[in-house]
Nanobody, 124 residues
């Protein structure tokens, strides 16, 4: 069983930056594709981005492309989400997830493990 714990959320002004971290325990982190998702109030959870097991391939939603960057450190069992040029519409609870398919995916049903989420609030 894999446990995922997100951190780094908070309140930031529009145009600012935050870096989220997600640390895994209890599994073979380096084998998993990792994804970030978010859920805003009253909306469905949506894909933000993913990274393959090796870190060599990343994929982003159009809404964050060019502003967000996903990276991972397999030695630390940690995946990161660097968020720049934040907008009020980025306000949401952000979740990391681990997929047994090692290449990462935008499909939520391919992720077997989820973190508890961390709140990001962007003020205008």
């Amino acid at each position: 069983q894999v446990q995922l714990v997100e951190s780094g959320g908070g309140l930031v002004q529009a145009g600012g930056s935050l870096r989220l971290s997600c640390t895994a325990s209890g599994g073979s982190f380096s084998r998993y594709g990792m994804g970030w998702f978010r859920q805003a109030p009253g909306k469905e959870r949506e894909f933000v981005g993913s990274i393959a097991w090796s870190g060599g391939s990343t994929y982003y939603a159009d809404s964050v492309k060019g502003r967000f960057t996903i990276s991972r450190d397999n030695a630390k069992n940690t995946v990161y989400l660097q968020m720049n040029s934040l907008k009020p519409e980025d306000t949401a609870v952000y979740y990391c997830a681990a997929a047994i398919v090692g290449w990462g995916t935008s499909r939520q049903n391919e992720y077997s493990y989820w973190g508890q989420g961390t709140q990001v609030t962007v003020s205008s």
